[in-house]
Nanobody, 126 residues
Framework: QVQLVESGGGLVQAGGSLRLSCAAS????????MGWFRQAPGKEREFVAAISWSGGSTMYADSVKGRFTISRDNPKNSVDLQMNSLKAEDTAVYYC???????????????????WGQGTQVTVSS
């Protein structure tokens, strides 16, 4: 497994922006599909975005499409999530996750990801 540590969360007003980062260590980073998920209080963890090994392919939840951008830097073992036009409903704990078994396809299921970070809180005030 790969170890993941998120950073960059915080409090922001609606309409603002935040950039989350996830630092990976322990295994070959470029072997992993990377994803971002979030979990709001009282709700199940949900998919936000995923990115392929090379960064050439991405996938987004409909709720964030056009506002969020996932990117990765393989030499730096990191994956970022740029979040723009934030809404109150984006408030959640955001998790970075690694999928080492996909074979290349991007997946949105929580169960597909085998390594998780500890999460970082994002709060959007309306």
């Amino acid at each position: 497994q790969v170890q993941l540590v998120e950073s960059g969360g915080g409090l922001v007003q609606a309409g603002g922006s935040l950039r989350l980062s996830c630092a990976a260590s322990g295994r070959t980073f470029s072997d992993y599909i990377m994803g971002w998920f979030r979990q709001a209080p009282g709700k199940e963890r949900e998919f936000v975005a995923a990115i392929s090994w090379s960064g050439g392919s991405t996938m987004y939840a409909d709720s964030v499409k056009g506002r969020f951008t996932i990117s990765r830097d393989n030499p730096k073992n990191s994956v970022d999530l740029q979040m723009n036009s934030l809404k109150a409903e984006d408030t959640a704990v955001y998790y970075c996750a690694a999928d080492g078994l996909s074979g290349g396809g991007l997946r949105s299921l929580v169960s597909a990801y085998d390594s998780w970070g500890q999460g970082t809180q994002v709060t959007v005030s309306s």
